[in-house]
């Protein structure tokens, strides 16, 4: 006991110096004119990676266990390096979008497939927009607020409280309403009212979980994968959109929608819940091996994966 009580002060302790170097951060995002933001989020996330030994490991492990039978530790090293490059200039286009916003999410970010997403709308029951924490996915649902599409995201929560307000500020200042991961009963709740209001409910489906999950093929391995749009889809017969923002030359960004996902139906609950979930996965692991450098290889997500056999 004497042993989990210290190793949860440690982490609060690491929680509150990493929020104090957040500020920091934030502070010189203020002030640094906005041409020399991208630099300054490459330099920094570099040098942030270099003493953030495991979340390094778990990075190239990710990659090696995906991808190592395809590409060389060359090429992926230099998708680590690209990898890490992404995510902080979408850390700091989201951090400092209040620079950026007047005449960006217009001028770089473009859509394809709008069609798939009004055609599903005009049908009442709302829309499941399914991604993934690939390219910059937070434009990807506040490019739709800003185009008048009312929208709801799924939102797991940082631990650190001012990270948590941080977040809460840009959701309210971009009109994405949030909704809490937990409690899982509530969020479910708020989930199908906002179906049942004709809105757009975003989630992202790449991380680990255990709660509400079933295990489905990702690049060989069965991972546990939330089964909530799935359910939701068969419960509400809300559309599911699988939906990826993708970053381009220039630092532009281009949203792809995909047409109304056919979920396959049996009449077996669970069956259908496992079929269509396992095709949803191979679509999100489609886009990752079309453009490796853009997912976030940086989470556990085969921490408790299985083997195929099993």
Known sequence: MAKKRIKKIKKRILREIGWYFMCIFLFILRVLPVKYLYVFAEKTIRLAFLFLKRRRSITMSNLRLALGEEKSEGEILKIYRSTIGNIGRGGVELLAYSRLYNGYLNNMISIEGREN?????????????????????????????????????????????????????????TGVELIPDKPPRICVERSLKCLKGNRILFLLTDLNVISGSVYVDFFGRMVPTFKGPVVMAMRTKASILPAFILREDGNRHR????????????????????????????????????????????????????????
Request: glycine share 6%; charged share 25%.
């Open 117 to 173: 997403l009004d055609d599903a709308l005009r049908l009442g029951r709302g829309a499941i927009i399914l991604s993934a924490h690939f390219g910059n996915f937070s434009f990807l649902a506040i490019k739709l607020a800003q185009l008048g599409y009312p929208l709801s995201a799924i939102t797991r929560y940082p631990r650190q409280e001012g990270l948590a307000r941080q977040l809460d500020n840009i959701g309210k200042t």
């Open 255 to 310: 949203i792809v929608i995909e047409p109304p996902f056919d979920l396959e139906l049996t009449g077996d609950k669970d069956k259908d819940i496992f079929t269509n979930l396992s095709r949803l996965s191979k679509i999100v692991e489609s886009y990752i091996r079309k453009y490796p450098d853009q997912w976030w290889w940086i989470h556990q997500r085969w921490r408790k994966a299985m083997p195929q056999n099993q």
